[in-house]
């Protein structure tokens, strides 16, 4: 399983491994040579179908499900090096039908510490259009990789901004849409 990442304004992609995704929401014990983390926030797609090469007009025979959620950076150095740390993927389940992109009234906000960080409506653009977004992002990605069952493809949907530091406090990091919970964690240094 591959986490495909389109970078905000950016035509091209990367892969995090699959140690990278936080399956169960635990708190993230930050490692001790990192000074600073970053994020951003995503909507990305699971895919269902392999292919490789897919055409927009074909694109939504390749995915069933998308959700939001947010990648976690450890500092300001390469992409490369800054988005392996395990557990910094916060791709969260139940997953979505795409209908429910349909609803302009579903918005995805993020807190840090009770505080709003995020919404999409900051965004400018209509869900539909997010959803025309990912749907590049992910012809996109299947133009440089093969894409397999499972695979997602994640679009960042604004630049690296930051989180956290040594001389934080501990940061809570929450997201809702849907009026449901995504994730609730802590960010311990």
């Not at 791709?91 to 906000?109: A, G, H, K």
Request: proline share 3%.
């Amino acid at each position: 399983m591959n986490i495909i990442v389109r970078p905000a304004d950016c035509n091209s992609c990367y892969c995090r491994p699959d140690t990278t995704w936080e399956r169960e929401n635990k708190d993230f014990y930050c490692p001790d040579s990192i000074d600073v983390l970053e994020w951003t926030p995503v909507i990305f797609a699971r895919v269902s179908k392999a292919g490789k090469c897919i055409s927009r007009k074909f694109v939504e025979r390749y995915y069933d499900a998308f959700n939001f959620g947010a990648l976690i950076y450890t500092g300001k150095e390469e992409i490369a090096f800054t988005s392996l740390a395990d557990h910094t993927s916060l791709l969260p389940f139940p997953l979505y039908n795409t209908i429910v992109m349909e609803n302009e009234e579903n918005v995805y906000e993020v807190r840090r510490n009770d505080e709003l960080i995020f919404s999409t409506t900051d965004l400018g653009e209509t869900n539909g259009e997010l959803k025309q977004k990912l749907e590049e992002s992910i012809c996109i990605a299947s133009q440089m990789t093969s894409l397999r069952i499972g695979d997602f493809v994640a679009l960042e949907l604004c630049s690296r901004k930051r989180l956290a530091s040594k001389d934080d406090e501990t940061v809570r990091l929450s997201s809702e849409f849907c009026g449901n919970e995504l994730y609730d964690k802590k960010i311990i240094f």
